[in-house]
């Protein structure tokens, strides 16, 4: 999976939602829980596992994404430098924020990868 380049080497911390409602459309705003918090090195892990996801071939389910992240630069006020949504069930995810080409907003992923396993410590 290819994620925008300057936003990851910006990211210091990366929120986990179980998303509880939408994207509808990509761009808009997933909703959910923040069942996991990772800062520094971790952070980096995580975004190091997600641009080793592979390639799978396209699904149709309608997109119902169960979990996401959120990237955040250092100014903890300010909107996230880019947002991702994972649907497990068409194995697509939606990259949306100002750091992501539009030819990065729509990907496929293989869900039964050993990568696309989310760890234990972010489930609620």
């Known amino acids: 999976m290819k994620l925008p380049v300057s936003a990851v080497r910006a990211t210091d911390r990366l929120d986990v939602v179980r998303v509880s409602a939408g994207p509808a459309r990509r761009g808009e705003p997933m909703t959910g829980e923040v ?29 119902a994404p169960g979990w996401g992240v959120r990237a955040y630069g250092g100014d903890p006020a300010a909107p996230p430098l880019f947002e991702a949504a ?4 068409c194995d697509e995810a939606w990259l949306w924020g100002p750091a992501v080409p539009e030819h990065l907003g729509r990907q496929q992923f293989d869900s039964g990868s050993p990568n696309a396993q989310l760890p234990s410590a972010a489930l609620p």
């Not at 994972?86 to 069930?89: E, K, N, R, T, V």
Request: aromatic content about 12%; charged content about 10%; proline content about 3%.
């Open 35 to 63: 069942t996991a918090r990772w800062e520094g090195a971790e952070a980096a892990g995580a975004l190091t596992l997600i641009g080793k996801l592979p390639t799978a071939q396209q699904t149709l389910c309608g997109f």
């Open 86 to 89: 994972f649907c497990y069930g």
